[in-house]
């Protein structure tokens, strides 16, 4: 099996694995205090370190939680919350139409009771420019919520520029990196973001485990309610294994960051090339993006069958749709950048990992070949 969807998770690394194993064996609550639960609370602080490094921020300002999921969804109805108990009634949020569902859900849950949504445009290849979000704020917007690097197309923001227009009005400024550590270089201080949320399975760490980042100072309310775990702003026992695990991941992962970058620019630039003259071929991710993803459509292709028969010849991918309820949908993010819902339904995301060999490249890239043939002729069918 060749695997090549590394955007939807990164396998877990040896060290994750051995740590993980290491942090499960004690028996301790880390809220405990006794000797037990403080060699608990020792693992899960030297992952919350860990993190917290990688990031260059202090650790107090990494709240532990499940993933990017809960983190998006804590930063969109905490602020909310905040917003409507100080004003009296609902806010303005700017966002966009190319963020993952985990911002999309809550942001039209918060339209839907009242609250005035921008989406603003993106162009060709999904950028969003600073002048554009500078039109779009108002005196009541309560937040901007936009992602640093796409998870479809790998398109990466200016999050820096973005985050300065926003706080030149006072506005609290939300990313979601999770597509960034280990392959791009995450800067929370000099990103000047508010809030940031992390999935550790993106970085070969274990599912279920990630970090929001919150600037000292920011005001955010919790949106589940219990202990005093985490500050208070996400209560439940912590993951202590997985939050090691998490850390060590990390760690490795920046510690050979600009050498995973550059090996993953020549694993994008191999498949490109070797698939780049497949008849009705085009990409849709930027030349400047993510050296982690190739986005591509299928001209009079089947998503759906172009999976299934990757899958059949050993290549694990992502399709440009999501599944529902047993029907392909088109990808928002791709309709969101021009493309039409029959070709979004004909894209397939390749992404590629550290481990990624030419060799597997080049197989894929057959693969593709075959893969396509036998997709057209279904659809002809």
């Known amino acids: 099996m060749i695997y090549l969807d590394y955007a939807a998770t990164h396998p877990m690394t ?44 202090d650790p107090r300002t990494l709240t532990l939680n499940s993933g990017g999921t809960e983190g998006d969804n804590h930063v969109l109805l905490g602020l909310a919350q905040a917003w409507e108990e100080r004003r009296g009634g609902p806010g303005h949020l700017v966002t966009t139409p190319t963020e993952h569902s985990a911002v999309l859900a809550p942001a039209r849950q918060l339209a839907a009771r009242g609250w005035d949504v921008t989406w603003l445009t993106p162009d060709r290849w999904g950028h969003y420019a600073p002048d554009q979000l500078a039109e779009a704020l108002r005196g009541d917007t309560a937040l901007v919520s936009i992602h640093h690097a796409n998870n479809e197309l790998g398109t990466v923001q200016p999050t820096a520029d973005l985050a300065a227009v926003a706080a030149a009005r006072g506005v609290p400024y939300h990313t979601d990196a999770v597509q960034a550590p280990g392959v791009l270089p995450v800067d929370l201080p ?81 498949f490109v090339n070797a698939v780049r003259d497949v008849p009705g071929l085009s990409f849709n991710h930027p030349a ?47 309709t969101a950048v021009g493309l039409t819902e029959a070709q979004a339904r004909a894209s397939l995301r390749f992404s590629f990992g550290a481990a990624t060999t030419r060799d597997e490249v080049e197989a894929a890239a057959a693969a593709l070949r075959q893969a396509a043939e036998w997709s057209r002729v279904g659809a002809e069918g």
């Open 14 to 57: 040896p060290a994750a694995l051995a740590a993980y194993a290491e942090a499960a064996a004690l028996p301790g609550n880390p809220a405990s205090v006794h000797a037990a639960g403080q060699a608990a609370r020792e693992k899960l602080e030297e992952g919350r370190a860990r993190m917290a490094a990688a990031f260059g921020v």
């Open 190 to 270: 000099g990103w000047g973001v508010t809030f940031a949320t992390f999935s550790a399975h993106k970085w070969g760490g274990p599912r279920g485990v990630g970090a929001l980042y919150v600037r000292r100072g920011a005001e955010l309310p919790p949106v589940t309610l219990g202990g005093g775990q985490e500050g208070g702003l996400r209560p439940g026992t912590q993951n202590t294994a997985g939050v090691y695990a998490a850390g060590v991941a990390l760690t490795g992962a920046e510690a050979a960051r600009e050498a995973t970058f550059a090996h993953l620019r020549e694993m994008q630039s191999a």
């Open 288 to 334: 400047d993006g993510s050296p982690k993803v190739v986005n591509l459509t299928l001209e009079g292709a089947d998503g759906e069958a172009l999976l299934m028969n990757l899958d059949m010849l050993g290549v694990s991918v992502s399709a440009g749709s999501a599944c529902s309820a047993g029907t392909m949908q088109a990808s928002h993010v791709l």
